[in-house]
């Protein structure tokens, strides 16, 4: 089934760690999203070090589950040389989402934990990261494979709909 219809949300996770070649799969896929005037604002950290992980987890109160995955992505956003400047985080919701995507189609899971636009958060992950000059962190996407598992959600609401 297409995986836009069975991605969940997964926060717990085997140990054993996720093959080189299925994190350079999903990173095509976040580079495959569309962004303003195609400008591909991102970059990706991808952060297996057990401390930096266990650092990341406790980044805010919600970031708690990131602490038992073997990897944690950290999408990233250029501050520089954006033709559309205030479209980076739009750009990087979508490559996150393709992100979260392709982890499905690995066979893997993980969830999105929210970083950007919250100052705080950001400015905990940036420093965690080591990060560049130039870049802000977005978000954390822990990932594994899924010591849970989770029905799939159907969350249409036809009268949502406005037909004009
Ligand atoms: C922008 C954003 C921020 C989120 N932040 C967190 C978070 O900090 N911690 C967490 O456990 N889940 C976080 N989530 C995951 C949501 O809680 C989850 O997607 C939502 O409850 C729907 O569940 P599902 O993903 O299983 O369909 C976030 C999701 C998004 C899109």
């Known amino acids: ?15 054993r760690p996720v ?6 799969q999903i990173l095509r896929a976040a580079m495959a999203a569309p ?25 805010h109160k919600y970031a708690g ?3 038992g995955a073997p990897a944690v992505i950290v999408p990233c ?10 479209y980076d985080q739009i750009d990087l919701s979508i490559a996150t989402q393709n992100i979260l995507l392709e982890i ?9 934990l929210g970083i950007a636009p919250i100052e705080e958060r950001m400015r905990c992950v940036d420093e965690i990261i ?12 822990p990932l594994g494979y899924p010591a ?3 029905p799939p959600a159907d969350r249409f609401e036809p009268e949502r709909i406005h037909y004009l």
């Open 65 to 67: 589950c990131a602490a």
């Open 130 to 141: 080591g990060i560049e000059e130039g870049l802000r962190s977005f978000a954390l996407v």
């Open 148 to 150: 849970e598992e989770k």
């Open 35 to 59: 962004s303003a005037g195609n400008q591909q604002p991102w970059e990706f950290y991808v952060v297996t070090d057990k401390e930096k992980i266990l650092k990341l987890s406790k980044s």
């Open 104 to 112: 499905v189609n690995q066979g893997l899971g993980g969830v999105w």
């Open 77 to 86: 956003f250029r501050t520089k040389n954006l033709v559309f400047p205030m």
């Open 19 to 24: 093959e080189p070649e299925k994190i350079e």
């Open 1 to 15: 089934m297409n995986p836009v219809f069975t991605r969940r949300s997964i926060r717990r996770f085997e140990e």
